[in-house]
C-alpha cells in the first residue's frame, strides 16, 4: 500500500519547477499522479478521457486497414507532449500504428517513463515502434526541417497535440503562432496528403480557432468530450478538435 501523498521527482526547468506526484485517492483507493509546472497543475491520472479521445477521435478520421489485404500496419503518428502517456499508448493501442514519435520539450518528462515512475512509462519506452524525443514541437512544426531529427521533411499520417491548455490559454507565448493561419499551414506540411492534425483543449470549442482551422484545412470539426468529474461531483468537458488535409 502506497502513502497518501509522496513528492516522486522536483527539478527546475527552463519552463518552471515541475514535479510529478503519486496521492491515494480516498474514495477510490487507487494511485493518483500528478504534473504540476509551478503553481499550475498541469495532468492528473484522474482525468485521462479527453487525452484518449484525442487519440482516438484523431486515427478514426483515417481509413481502415483491411487486414488480409494489408496485413502490416501503416500509419505513422506523431504526438506533441508526453505526460503521463495516454494519448501515445492510445496511439499505440490502433493496430495501424506502425510508428510513433513522441515530442516533449522537457527531458525530464521522458526520463519519468523511462525510469518507470510513471505507470505507463515502461509500456512505451519498451514499444519498438515507439520513440521519445525531446524538442521543442512548436519550434520543430515551423521549421523545414520538421518533427523528426533523423529524419528532415518527414511526413505523417496524423499529429496529436496535447501541450497547451487551449489555442487561447498556451504555457508559453511563443506556442501561440502555431493557432495561426500560417502555423496551421506550416503543420500541415508535414502531413500526408489526407493526413489528421488533433488538438486537445481544456475548453470549449471556440469560434474563432475553428474558422482558422476552416480556412487551413478542408474538413475539420471541434468534438466536445464528456467525462465524470468526482472531484467536482458531475461532469466536466474537453474539447478535440480533428481537422483532415486533402486526400
Given at each position: 500500500?502506497s502513502?497518501?501523498f ?6 527546475p526547468?527552463?519552463?518552471?519547477d ?6 491515494r485517492?480516498?474514495v477510490s483507493?487507487?494511485d493518483?499522479?500528478e ?7 498541469l495532468?492528473?491520472?484522474?482525468f485521462?478521457?479527453?487525452?484518449i479521445a484525442?487519440?482516438?477521435l ?9 487486414p488480409?489485404?494489408e ?10 507532449g508526453l ?11 490502433d493496430p495501424?500504428?506502425r510508428s510513433?514519435t513522441?515530442?516533449?520539450t522537457l527531458?525530464e518528462?521522458?526520463?519519468?517513463h523511462?525510469r518507470?515512475?510513471v505507470?505507463?512509462g515502461a509500456?512505451?519506452s519498451?514499444?519498438p515502434r515507439?520513440r521519445l524525443?525531446?524538442g ?6 515551423a521549421?523545414s526541417?520538421?518533427?523528426?531529427p ?10 496529436l497535440?496535447?501541450?497547451?491548455h487551449?489555442p487561447?490559454?498556451?504555457l508559453?507565448?511563443r506556442h ?7 502555423g496551421?499551414?506550416?503543420?500541415a506540411?508535414?502531413?500526408h496528403?489526407?493526413g489528421?492534425f488533433a488538438l486537445?483543449?481544456?475548453d ?6 475553428t474558422s482558422?482551422l476552416a480556412?487551413?484545412?478542408?474538413r475539420?470539426a471541434?468534438?466536445?468530450v ?5 472531484l467536482q ?11 483532415r488535409t486533402?486526400p
Amino acid at each position: 500500500m502506497s502513502a497518501r501523498f509522496e513528492e516522486i521527482d522536483w527539478r527546475p526547468t527552463a519552463m518552471g519547477d515541475i514535479s510529478l506526484r503519486r496521492r491515494r485517492d480516498p474514495v477510490s483507493g487507487i494511485d493518483v499522479y500528478e504534473v504540476k509546472l509551478g503553481d499550475e497543475f498541469l495532468m492528473s491520472s484522474l482525468f485521462t478521457a479527453g487525452e484518449i479521445a484525442l487519440t482516438e477521435l484523431g486515427l478514426a478520421e483515417l481509413p481502415d486497414v483491411d487486414p488480409k489485404a494489408e496485413p502490416e500496419a501503416e500509419l505513422d503518428v506523431v504526438v506533441g507532449g508526453l505526460g503521463l502517456g495516454y494519448t501515445a499508448v492510445a496511439a499505440l493501442d490502433d493496430p495501424r500504428v506502425r510508428s510513433l514519435t513522441v515530442i516533449d520539450t522537457l527531458a525530464e518528462v521522458i526520463d519519468w517513463h523511462q525510469r518507470g515512475l510513471v505507470p505507463l512509462g515502461a509500456r512505451l519506452s519498451s514499444d519498438p515502434r515507439c520513440r521519445l524525443v525531446q524538442g521543442d514541437f512548436f519550434a520543430m512544426a515551423a521549421d523545414s526541417r520538421g518533427l523528426d531529427p533523423e529524419e528532415p521533411g518527414r511526413r505523417f499520417h496524423a499529429v496529436l497535440l496535447d501541450v497547451d491548455h487551449s489555442p487561447r490559454h498556451v504555457l508559453h507565448p511563443r506556442h501561440a503562432a502555431l493557432y495561426l493561419p500560417a502555423g496551421l499551414r506550416a503543420l500541415a506540411e508535414r502531413l500526408h496528403p489526407g493526413g489528421v492534425f488533433a488538438l486537445w483543449s481544456n475548453d470549449p470549442p471556440d469560434e474563432q480557432f475553428t474558422s482558422v482551422l476552416a480556412e487551413v484545412f478542408p474538413r475539420s470539426a471541434a468534438h466536445v468530450v464528456d467525462f465524470d468529474n468526482p472531484l467536482q461531483g458531475g461532469t466536466s468537458t474537453n474539447t478535440v478538435y480533428v481537422a483532415r488535409t486533402e486526400p
